[in-house]
């Protein structure tokens, strides 16, 4: 069974930095490109950030360009979003998802269960 498991959020001061993982299990991940995406509450979700198989093909949301990164170890079958200088409406469930064969709008699955990112002071 295809599975990604999120970790790594937390509660955060502004400004401050987190470090998301996006581990998978039961498939190995190089095959897949993997997104990230946010829901704040009462809002929709979001792409947040997506990587190419090979990771030489990144894009983000607008409003965290020069904030975020994101980056794969295909070793580690894990995938990972660098958040720094966070801002309160940066608060959301984040939950990754993996997409064949490249980054795209939608066709993302095997979501995960998502980890809370909290900004506040």
């Known amino acids: 069974q295809l599975q990604l498991v999120e970790s790594g959020g937390g509660l955060v001061q502004p400004g401050g930095s987190l470090r998301l993982s996006c581990a998978a299990s039961?498939?190995?991940?190089?095959?897949?490109?993997i997104g990230w995406f946010r829901q704040a509450p009462g809002k929709e979700r979001e792409g947040v950030s997506c990587?190419?198989?090979?990771?030489?093909?990144?894009n983000y949301l607008d409003s965290v360009k020069g904030r975020f990164t994101i980056s794969r170890d295909n070793a580690k079958n894990t995938v990972y979003l660098q958040m720094n200088s966070l801002k309160p409406e940066d608060t959301a469930v984040y939950y990754c998802?993996?997409?064949?064969?490249?980054?795209?709008?939608?066709?993302?699955?095997?979501w995960g269960q998502g980890t809370q990112v909290t900004v506040s002071s």
């Open positions: 990587i190419s198989r090979s990771g030489d093909s990144t």
């Open positions: 039961g498939f190995t991940l190089d095959y897949y490109a």
């Open positions: 998802a993996a997409r064949w064969p490249s980054c795209g709008i939608s066709g993302f699955g095997s």
